[in-house]
């Protein structure tokens, strides 16, 4: 506890204080009248963001709502103030500033009365009394809690950082720019003093607690925040300019995986935890309040990054928003607090405030995001908590008709820096929160989020036109072993009752022995801790403690002489043991390191153990805390298995799936997930477990309320909604009524399965779960599905349909559109055929084929997450590899700020803020990498000084390296500094140098591993900063994909794809530095039929052999052409000409082109095969100087047709025309022309239009 009564001499009386003219005194040099104007300036702007700008209309109803919310709020907070001289506390609900929520509590209380204060329009405003209460607060605590000689103590629950150096500075420089004008002379300068030295420079943290963390992400925008405030208010430039100057990383992007805002949406804080909206949201809205505060002045921030803000509320929050409510998988430990988790009321403030330093186009876009916002959600939280001028904009938007509201459309995201994924669709959104070696399955610190335990084992979430679902104490009531979408090893009394603590001997000068008949001894604890009496269990021990929840608990013991053992009597059980019980130790109650333990069992009866836990060994000299930690069934831990992430589809389809190891259990499983059209098909496999618990599939957890009822309707037969557990049997569907349009669930079992229902109510308070103290009740129905007692690769499928009602459901069930193909262990497929979807997760690296209808469509070779769609047009294949490249054959490049590329690590790895693996025990630790034909290695050490001195060669003494070509078998490698090193001796982790193999690797070395070994009390030193090693591997890490399928171009596709074939469709993708990433390749049918050429008269003669010739063309070079006469297959020449039937008659021929896509082109020769007659016979031999009658007639199978002929007799005498007589044609040739002597005679015949060949006879002139 930190109570520190300073004396000061310019304090005489409170009431005399309130008499003085104000007055600011700077810390720096005094300013010039136009840095004076500057300073000013930006201080009044800080005000007006606040309280606006003293000019608010009042009858503008949202103006004089949030004035009497601002009023309501301040009077709360004066109810409970303390004005007695006596008083040891300003609230008489915050009493102490320990814990260090009360101090930080206590100025934000203060911030809440100086607001109400200085609004116009509040009964407050400007009141005399009103001001002596805040100035009056503020002196008391500068003097008892918070000036610039309270001492620095050790971090400990009760003492954390950013109390001190963030949460009340934070709050403190509002106040004292409100009521600037108010401040008693001294006062100012005071506080500032006390900032600048618990916060001396924004880009390190910690100072408070003698740490020294590097301050990045919403810790570094907080920083930045407060030095920039006090600059202004001490009228401090450099003050300001190193702040401003600061921000400039926060406007930057993080490297893939890294803490901050990722390319591809997501965002990281704390070493692997998405946290969009808890840390994300300060990370965006301090530098955008700096941007807007200094613009104009001489401290305006120039970066040209600065853009990326509005970048990333488009990126980074839309893609997750339905209306106003916004997924809560990204809040992390914040679901543990009583606010709107699930809103995103904070993003129309952000909007508001972005506009102002966006572009055009960027300002209308946010405009019409803050207008969907604000529709969506009429009686929104922004009215109340929103700053007055941004309510008075956000009016104005509302009401301009020529701002249209951001429209929604379909669309499916993959976050896979964080393993989050996220579909909307009209009417509904849903998320999938995944963890791996990556990210980390949920945070619990500061005693809150204790249940996290499965949010992020696959959870999923649907957001509805139930908006309130998972608001209204959510979070409290669920049973949080029971998270929808969740595979779950089933938890059990013993997770919260055992272990227990039955005593604890303390060993040193000065022994400590604690038979923990009360907490007395406790130097300090957590808080879920109690003394448990009850002789039943622990072996009868009449005291000891127990935690109560499954959770995180310590004690810790203080020996000031030192300690140089410890004997602990622990009680435990076979289903919580001795594996939840760590020890650590410290010299100075800030940096712990656990220690190596045996335990001697003593008594075990009725199912409990006791036993005596001792150190292996001597504890490290200077030893003068002892830490003891349970741990909960389900630790805050990154996964074992980097398989989670998925693939998108163009961004509007989508899979996901994750391998799920889950920490602390021995479940192993896979999960996928298939978001196709307007249903998300779940499949589950693999579940294997043996730790002699059951394991259940949660289907659902839903809240209910009057717009969620949740009546169950099963195959047909409604069974309501009273309390009470159901076992189902085996179901085809299930339905839950909503109350509200669209908020009906349905659920389709493809295989019937055995379903357990359950209708439960549920009472709680926000304390077991966080650190508020209100009381919650809320009922839900749950469906799962129960696998069994320690199941053997068991499996699951079913079908959520969202805004199904009964009906719609019982009629999906019946003509389901979605198909499970396969759900092995090796791939899960679905393929919904109306829409010409696939989805795959693949895992394994095997060949794995994949059938549908009977016939192979895709084979992978690959671990890989993949979507294909075909249309009459196309195909496209989306393809990702949710490991990022771990236990790939490509060369690795490792920043080692996770653990994704990692292939086998030992237990005991942590990461260091800003990169770095670090270990957390005293023992050996090692980290494997796979890389096929390793050829060299670079490995970044970083360690402290005082561990090597000046001889940096005695480093590689802790760090071993070796390879093996089988995991198995071991080769030492000596290793070597890359160039000689000069050392520092900073005191820290100031030494920085790279190391590599110093001879060739064993041929064949396909596995690299690096050791840290035990022979250092400075566990967190050294360590491995950037690990770098070259594959001689012709080939990277890549997916294999071939598709049965011909396609005729490549219509898009990614530099990191090879396309082997297209007849078959093989691809060679380039997964090795993806990240996770989706890459689309697509492809164009040949949908262009071949062009076809027939060239066939019209008409035969039955007496003369006839042909016709084909031919055909096709861009793909291969084509069939196929003839039918009459309806009977004839053969196609090479050359093409093909005979035609002269039987009299008329005749069809077909004749057919087709690709090998099975475009074709057709063309039908329809033709009459005729009879020729001269009518009567025409004479051989003719007088010189007679007419030569020539006459026929045409016979055909099909009426008479219409004829033109043509008479010549010989060369260039002309032609004669034929006319009509009767059923024959008439021509008379005049001979007196002609020579004596034969001559050919020709009759052209076109019939109908058709020319048929030539008839020709000789005839013979005689001369006269």
């Known amino acids: 506890m930190r109570i520190f009564a300073q004396q000061r001499s310019w304090m005489a009386a409170i009431l005399a204080l309130m008499l003085l003219t104000a007055v600011s005194v700077p810390l720096s040099a005094p300013a010039s009248a136009d840095e004076q104007d500057s300073y000013t300036a930006v201080r009044n702007k800080l005000v007006a963001t606040i309280v606006g700008n003293g000019d608010l209309d009042l009858a503008d109803p949202d103006v004089a709502a949030k004035v009497a919310s601002v009023t309501q709020l301040a009077q709360d907070k004066l109810s409970r103030l303390d004005r007695s001289d006596s008083r040891t506390s300003v609230f008489s609900d915050l009493k102490t500033p320990s814990p260090n929520q009360n101090i930080t509590q206590t100025y934000l209380a203060l911030r809440d009365i100086a607001v109400a204060y200085r609004t116009v329009g509040t009964p407050l405003h400007n009141d005399p009394a009103v001001r002596a209460d805040i100035i009056s607060a503020l002196v008391w605590l500068e003097k008892n809690w918070y000036n610039a000689d309270v001492p620095f103590a050790p971090q400990s629950p009760d003492n954390n950082w950013f109390a001190w150096e963030l949460g ?87 490297a893939d995986g890294a803490n901050g805002f990722n390319r591809d949406g997501s965002v990281l804080f704390h070493e692997g935890f998405p946290y969009t909206t808890g840390y994300g949201w300060s990370n965006i809205i301090e530098p955008t309040l700096a941007v807007m505060l200094y613009e104009g002045s001489p401290w305006a921030i120039k970066d040209p990054d600065k853009g990326n803000l509005v970048n990333w509320v488009k990126d980074s929050f839309e893609p997750f928003l339905f209306g106003n409510r916004i997924h809560d998988s990204l809040a992390g430990r914040n679901i543990a607090r009583p606010r709107g988790q699930d809103r995103a009321t904070g993003l129309i403030n952000l909007a508001l405030d972005l506009r102002s330093i966006g572009t055009q186009e960027e300002s209308e876009h946010l405009a019409s995001l803050v207008k969907y916002l604000l529709v969506s959600d009429p009686q929104s939280s922004f009215w109340r908590s929103g700053s007055i001028p941004n309510i008075v904009e956000a009016r104005r938007i509302l009401n301009d008709s020529g701002i249209p509201a951001l429209k929604p459309t379909d669309s499916y995201g993959q976050f896979p820096a964080m393993d989050r994924a996220v579909a909307r669709r009209d009417g509904w959104s849903f998320g999938v929160a995944m963890h791996s070696s990556r990210t980390q399955n949920y945070e619990s610190i500061n005693n809150e989020n204790v249940r996290g335990w499965h949010t992020a084992d696959g959870r999923t979430t649907l957001l509805t036109s139930d908006v309130d679902q998972y608001g209204n104490d959510y979070w409290p009531t669920i049973d949080s072993a029971r998270i929808p979408g969740t595979t779950v090893v089933k938890h059990l009394d013993d997770d919260v009752i055992a272990p227990q603590l039955g005593r604890v001997e303390i060993v040193g000068p000065q022994t400590i022995v604690d038979e923990l008949d009360d907490l007395s001894h406790v130097h300090y604890r957590s808080p879920r801790w109690i003394i448990e009496k009850d002789p039943k269990g622990a072996n009868g021990d009449p005291s000891r403690v127990r935690r109560t929840e499954n959770s995180q608990e310590q004690l810790t013991y203080a020996a000031p002489s030192g300690a140089s053992s410890f004997a602990l009597e622990v009680h435990h059980t076979a289903a919580s043991g001795l594996d939840r019980l760590v020890v650590m130790v410290s010299s100075n109650d800030s940096s712990y390191s656990a220690v190596k333990v045996t335990a001697t069992p003593t008594v075990t009866a009725d199912g409990w153990t006791t036993s005596v836990v001792r150190p292996s060994g001597a504890l ?34 989508g899979v996901s799936g994750m391998q799920i190891a889950s920490p602390g259990t021995t479940l192993d499983a896979q999960k996928s997930w298939f978001v196709m059209d307007d249903e998300v098909v779940a499949v589950g496999s693999g579940i294997t477990a043996n730790k002699g618990r059951e394991v259940e599939t949660i289907v659902e957890n839903r809240r209910l309320s009057d717009a969620f009822p949740g009546r169950l309707t099963v195959d047909g037969q409604e069974l309501g909604a009273d309390d009470g557990k159901r076992d189902l049997g085996d179901v085809s569907w299930a339905a839950l009524s909503g109350g509200v349009s669209g908020s009906d669930l349905g659920y389709v079992f493809p295989k019937k399965t055995a379903l ?64 499970v193909l396969s759900q092995t262990t090796e791939v899960h497929a679905v393929r919904e055929a109306a829409k010409g979807l696939l989805g ?56 080692a700020n996770g653990f994704s590329q990692i292939f086998q690590k030992s ?10 693996f670090k270990r957390m025990a005293p023992t050996n630790e090692f980290l494997t990498y796979k890389v096929d034909q390793a050829e060299n290695f670079q490995v970044t050490l970083r360690w402290n000084h005082q561990q090597a001195g000046n001889n940096t060669s005695s480093i590689l003494d802790r760090v071993r390296f070796s390879t093996s070509p089988d995991n198995a078998t071991w080769s030492p490698v000596q290793a070597k500094f890359t160039e000689p090193y000069t050392p520092i001796d900073g005191g820290g982790l100031d030494n920085t140098a790279d190391v590599t193999n110093a001879g060739a690797l064993p041929a064949g070395s396909q596995y690299v591993r690096i050791e840290v070994l035990d022979n250092d009390p400075k566990i967190w030193s050294p360590q491995i900063r950037h690990v770098q090693i070259k594959s001689g591997s012709p080939e990277g890490a890549h997916v294999d994909v071939e598709v049965a399928r011909s396609v005729a171009a490549v219509l898009d596709k990614d530099p990191r794809v090879e396309v082997l074939s297209m007849d078959p ?36 003669w039955d007496d003369v052999d006839s042909s016709m010739t084909v031919s055909a063309h096709d861009d793909s070079g291969a084509y069939s052409l196929k003839v039918t006469a009459d309806g009977q297959s004839v053969p196609v020449p090479t050359n093409g000409v093909i005979p035609l ?45 007679s007419t030569l009658p020539v006459r026929f007639h045409v016979k055909a199978p099909e009426g008479q047709p219409q004829i033109d002929a043509t008479l010549r007799v010989g060369s260039g005498a002309g032609t004669v025309q034929f006319e009509k007589s009767g059923q024959s044609y008439q021509a008379l040739w005049p001979t007196a022309d002609m020579p004596p002597g034969k001559h050919t005679l020709g009759i052209a015949i076109t019939a109908d239009g058709a020319l048929l060949p030539p008839r020709e006879r000789e005839v013979t002139i005689r001369g006269k």
Do not use: C
């Not at 004008?181 to 390190?204: C, K, Q, S």
């Not at 407060?226 to 003050?239: E, F, M, N, S």
């Not at 000299?621 to 998925?646: E, K, M, N, Y």
């Not at 090795?1072 to 071949?1090: E, L, M, V, W």
């Open 168 to 254: 009340v500075p934070l709050a403190l420089v509002d106040v004292l720019a409100l009521m600037y004008d108010d401040l008693p002379e001294g006062l100012l300068p005071e506080y500032l003093a006390a900032i600048d030295h618990f916060l001396p420079r924004p880009d390190r943290l910690g100072h408070s607690v003698n740490w020294n963390l590097a301050s990045e992400g919403a810790n570094l925008a907080w920083a930045v925040t407060v030095l920039g405030k006090r600059g202004i208010l001490g009228q401090d430039g450099a003050i300001v300019t190193n702040a401003t100057q600061a921000l400039s990383p926060l406007f930057d992007y993080a």
């Open 620 to 653: 490290p000299a200077g030893t003068r805390f002892v830490r003891i930690q349970l741990l909960p069934s389900v630790p805050q831990a990154h996964g074992d298995s980097a398989w989670a992430g998925g693939a998108d589809l163009n961004g509007k389809y």
């Open 756 to 819: 357990t229902a359950l209708h439960e109510s549920r009472s709680a308070n926000w304390s077991e779960i966080g650190n508020s103290n209100l009381a919650a009740q809320n009922r839900f129905a749950s469906l799962a599905i129960n696998h069994g007692k320690d199941p053997q690769d068991a499996s699951y499928s079913y079908v959520l349909l969202p805004g199904a009602d009964a009906q719609k459901t019982a009629s999906y069930a019946k003509a389901p559109q979605a198909e």
């Open 840 to 895: 795959a997760t693949v895992w394994t690296d095997k060949p794995t084929p994949i059938d549908v209808d009977g016939s192979r469509f895709l084979t992978v070779t690959g671990r890989a997450a993949l979507m294909t769609q075909e249309t009459k047009d196309g195909l496209t294949i989306a393809v990702s590899d949710p490991t990022q490249g771990a236990d790939r054959a490509g060369s690795i490049d490792d920043p």
């Open 907 to 916: 237990d005991h790895w942590g990461l260091e803020p800003g990169g770095g």
């Open 1065 to 1100: 469709v093989r691809l060679r993708i380039d997964v090795a530095n993806a990240k996770g990433s989706t890459i689309h390749t697509r492809f164009a049918y040949d949908t262009q039929a071949p062009e076809l050429s027939v060239e066939a008269p019209g008409a035969v």
């Open 1141 to 1185: 039937s002269s039987e009299f008659g008329v005749h069809e021929y077909v004749v057919t082109a087709t690709d090998k896509a099975g475009n074709s082109t057709e063309k039908i020769v329809r033709y009459s095969a005729l009879q020729f007659a001269e009518d009567p016979p025409m004479k051989d031999t003719v007088q010189q100087g």
